[in-house]
C-alpha cells in the first residue's frame, strides 16, 4: 500500500508562484511513475504532469514552460515548481502514483487527498 500526501497549496496573486510537494510512503517509490492531476470545480479531472522512474516528464499544453515536475527518490518525493499562475490554474490538485507514467488518470493506482490552488487575479 502507498500513501500520499500532498502540501504546498494556498492562495497566490497571479504570476505568482508556487511549489507542491507529494510525499509517498513505500519502499516503491524509486521505481514508480508519479503524476499530477487538478480539478477545479464543475470540470473533470485533468492531467497536468507526470514523471517517470527513469526521470522522463511530460505535460499538459497548457502549462508547459510555466510548470516543471521533479522527484528526489532519496525523500520519496515528487515535487511541482508553478510559474506565472493564472487564475485557470485554480483547483486542487491530486499527486498519484502508477506502474505506467500516462496522462490518463485511470492508470493510476494510488492518490493523495489534494492540495487547493487558489490563483487570483
Known amino acids: 500500500q502507498v500513501q500520499l500526501v500532498e502540501s504546498g497549496g494556498g492562495l497566490v496573486q497571479a504570476g505568482g508562484s508556487l511549489r507542491l510537494s507529494c510525499a509517498a510512503s513505500?519502499?516503491?517509490?524509486?521505481?514508480?511513475?508519479m503524476a499530477w492531476f487538478r480539478q477545479a470545480p464543475d470540470k473533470e479531472r485533468e492531467f497536468v504532469s507526470f514523471i517517470s522512474p527513469g526521470g522522463i516528464t511530460d505535460y499538459t499544453d497548457s502549462v508547459k514552460g510555466r510548470f516543471t515536475i521533479s522527484r528526489d527518490n532519496a525523500r520519496n518525493t515528487v515535487y511541482l515548481q508553478m510559474n506565472s499562475l493564472k487564475s485557470e490554474d485554480t483547483a486542487v490538485y491530486y499527486c498519484a502514483a502508477g506502474r505506467i507514467a500516462v496522462m490518463g488518470y485511470r492508470q493510476y493506482d494510488y492518490w493523495g487527498q489534494g492540495t487547493q490552488v487558489t490563483v487570483s487575479s
Open positions: 513505500g519502499r516503491t517509490f524509486s521505481s514508480a511513475a
